[in-house]
């Protein structure tokens, strides 16, 4: 996919967004986690992040159930990884359940960062 269109369609995925994504987007945006910035629908490679941290080079990618076993995952991931990005994926519930286990882990990741 051109660079071009892989922007296109990232902006058109920020109009349709999931719970799980709007209520971690309400807890990342204005750095509001450890200072770090995140944007959403975010191109890497030929990958579309759902959120990344540019300055940590950490991505986070929500999975729905549509997700469960899917070899796509593993490929996007590595994708997205050979940018130099760490991938961490959280389960929708586990983002609507336990929103702030979620975010200490994405803290976790973000301290692991500065230290590498």
Known sequence: MSK???TRTARKLRHYVTEAEKLLWSRLRGRQLESAKFVRQFP????????AC??????????GGQHSG???DDTR????E????QVIRFWNNDVM???E???EAIRQELLNARNR
């Open 70 to 72: 899917n070899e796509a």
């Open 82 to 85: 050979a940018h130099g990005y």
């Open 101 to 103: 286990g979620v975010l």
């Open 77 to 80: 991931t590595q994708m997205i």
């Open 97 to 99: 359940d336990n929103t």
């Open 44 to 51: 890497i490679g030929g990958a579309i992040a759902d959120f």
């Open 4 to 6: 071009k269109r892989l």
């Open 54 to 63: 540019r300055s940590a080079r950490l991505v986070i990618e929500l999975n």
